[in-house]
Nanobody, 127 residues
């Protein structure tokens, strides 16, 4: 079992920045691919960014490329999403996720309820 806890969400003005954190506990987070998804009411959960278990490979959705950066610290079971140049369209609940299978070769770019999920943190971009 892996427990994930997001933090760092809040209200920010357009053009501002936020840094989301995901703290993991339980089984070895360091051996699992992970990522950040977001969801707005009435829409499906979508991948924002993903990272391999080693941290060597990353993926970004087109709508965040150049603005968001995903990173992880396997020694401390942490993952972050640095979000810059935020837009109102980035308003959503952001979730961190970890692969249910350790040492997987794929990135988490598709929502799977079988993976581990946090409870989410609200990000609101508004003036």
């Amino acid at each position: 079992q892996v427990q994930l806890l997001e933090s760092g969400g809040g209200l920010v003005q357009p053009g501002g920045s936020l840094r989301l954190s995901c703290a993991a506990s339980g089984r070895t987070f360091s051996s699992r691919a992970a990522g950040w998804f977001r969801q707005t009411p009435g829409k499906e959960r979508e991948c924002v960014a993903a990272i391999s278990w080693s941290g060597a490979t990353t993926y970004y959705a087109d709508f965040v490329k150049g603005r968001f950066t995903i990173s992880r610290d396997n020694d401390n079971n942490m993952m972050w999403l640095q979000m810059n140049s935020l837009e109102p369209e980035d308003t959503a609940v952001y979730y961190c996720t970890a692969d249910s299978h350790p040492y997987g070769s794929h990135l988490l770019v598709v929502h799977s309820p079988n993976d581990y999920w946090g409870q989410g943190t609200q990000v609101t971009v508004s003036s």
